[in-house]
């Protein structure tokens, strides 16, 4: 079984349009989280979220709206993509004091 | 600003040799370090850690060295093998301060055979 799995694994889509990634963690984890990888391949965080409750929010546009339902998820809603979103997401968990697992990532490519 | 710097981009190296990947940080209040390792199309996956009360910690082939007073650290892999060839990113985090884990641009290390 995936530990962190995030669906989908590639996406390619037109500027403008929304979309959404969506991430589960089946280890139980309490902390969830998004990050970005840029074309300089740094990976930067996004958000954090700790049992459904928004922890960190860096200096991300407000078109990135992270959903926590419950604390096994996090998905990611992008809307008005713009060419600059292009990137590929990972979505990783944690629980507290611990290390972050990963998923695979999702390479967006915004046309 | 980074915070966390690992100024090698790459490094190549000969089978069986130690491989050495080197991670500078400039926020004291770090206290916990990690090493991941990545390759194409993959997420990072957990490699080794370090609390900042220790200075090394090993793990089979791999080892990690902290130095807190110049705010550096390293990874020894010894011996390395053709299958360690991928990214090596080095993180640090604060335990306390909500868990903002922050990478640095990482290393991309080439074993060869």
């Known amino acids: 079984d995936t530990a962190v799995s995030q669906t989908p694994k590639y996406l390619v889509t037109q500027m403008g349009n929304d979309k959404s990634i969506k991430c589960e963690q089946n280890?139980?984890?309490?902390?969830m989280y998004w990050y970005k990888q840029d074309s300089k391949k740094f990976l930067k965080i996004m958000f954090s979220?700790?049992?459904?409750?928004?922890?960190i929010n860096e200096t991300v546009p407000n078109r990135f709206s992270p959903k926590s339902p419950d604390k096994a998820h996090l998905n990611l809603h992008i809307n008005s993509l713009e060419l600059g979103d292009s990137a590929v997401y990972f979505c990783?968990?944690?629980?507290?004091?611990?290390?972050?697992?990963f998923g695979s990532g999702t390479q967006l490519s915004v046309l | 600003d980074q915070q966390v710097k690992q100024n090698s981009p790459s490094l190549s190296v000969q089978e069986g040799r130690i491989s050495i990947l080197n991670c500078d940080y400039t926020?004291?209040?770090?206290?916990?370090f990690l090493w991941y390792k990545k390759y194409p199309a993959e997420g990072p996956t957990f490699l080794i850690s370090?609390?900042?009360?220790?200075d090394k910690n090993e793990d089979g082939r791999f080892t990690v060295f902290l130095n807190k007073s110049a705010k550096h650290l390293s990874l020894h892999i010894v011996p390395s093998q053709p299958g360690d060839s991928a990214v090596y990113f080095c993180?640090?985090?604060?335990?306390?301060?909500?868990?903002?884990?922050?990478f640095g641009p990482g290393t991309r290390l080439s074993v060869l055979p």
């Open positions: 990783a968990s944690s629980q507290a004091g611990g290390k972050l697992f």
């Open positions: 280890l139980g984890h309490d902390t």
């Open positions: 979220y700790n049992n459904k409750e928004l922890i």
């Open positions: 926020n004291s209040m770090f206290d916990y």
């Open positions: 370090i609390s900042s009360i220790k």
């Open positions: 993180a640090a985090s604060v335990v306390e301060g909500g868990q903002n884990f922050v």
